[in-house]
């Protein structure tokens, strides 16, 4: 039995938008490989930029990489980290002049200094030594001062290591205080995490378990609550 026309019609208008439904249904959620931007990272430093005593996937720069592409759709295709435990600023530019791999990166880090404190440096070394890091840094981010951040040095003395020493804490604001300075005479943004290391004292969970670095949830934080959003504007400029 042959169907009136109209009837044909009328199924035929709904399995057309069936198959609509259908192809809506299937488009993928949330960013893909095709629609991240990619961008290239060298991040500057030493133990506390190396990670020492947690895993390459909890030191702060891989964190800052995961969380750029989970919620701002930037994936970070190279990261280049030269940090070695132990490196003062003058290791840092040895270690630098030694061989980077790139010449040019979208966005270099700068976390050095605590070296210079522990190992009782002067304030003028450092700052000589600062700013000849700092130029490099823009150096490598293209001339783009725009590309490049510092992030101040956490205070170690909130850990058992540092066993509440004032003294370190006094040290490490003069250190902090050079180095924000100098930053910002460059025109470059610097990110204050201190205050969150010094939360380790009343938080284990907060040091790893060498009782001297940060532990992956205090990178975390750094990465969450001060240095993600900033980075991310940065990236937009």
């Known amino acids: 039995m042959k169907l009136p026309l109209f ?3 009328v199924l035929f208008t709904f399995a057309c938008e069936d ?3 259908f192809q809506d249904n299937m ?3 949330g960013p893909t490989q095709d629609t991240l931007r990619q961008i290239t990272y060298l991040a500057l430093g030493d133990s506390y930029t190396i990670g020492t005593s947690v895993t390459a996937q909890e030191r702060w720069p891989d964190q800052l990489s995961a969380a750029l592409a989970d919620q701002h ?8 980290i030269i940090a070695v435990n132990g490196w003062t600023t003058r290791d840092l530019i040895n270690g630098i002049n030694a061989g980077v791999p790139r010449n040019e990166y979208d966005l270099v880090s700068l976390l050095i200094g605590v070296n210079n404190q522990y190992q009782g440096k002067s304030i003028r070394e450092y700052e000589l030594e600062f700013r000849e890091l700092l130029n490099t840094a823009i150096s490598y981010a293209g001339g783009d001062k725009n590309k490049v ?7 170690y003395a909130f850990t058992p290591f540092g066993g509440g020493s004032q003294q370190i804490t006094d040290e490490l604001v003069e250190f902090n205080a050079s180095g924000r300075r100098l930053a910002t005479e460059a025109g470059i943004p610097f990110y204050n995490i201190t205050p969150i290391s010094q939360e380790a004292q009343d938080d284990p969970e907060l040091v790893a378990s060498d009782n001297l670095h940060p532990s992956g949830k205090q990178y975390a934080r750094w990465v969450e609550e001060v240095i993600l959003a900033q980075v991310a504007r940065l990236l937009e400029e």
Not at 73 to 80: C, G, K, Q, T
Not at 149 to 155: A, H, K, M, R
């Open 7 to 9: 009837l044909l019609f």
């Open 149 to 155: 951040f510092v992030v101040s040095i956490p205070d």
């Open 19 to 21: 198959d609509d439904d």
């Open 73 to 80: 759709s930037i994936e970070v295709s190279d990261l280049d």
């Open 27 to 29: 488009t993928p959620m």
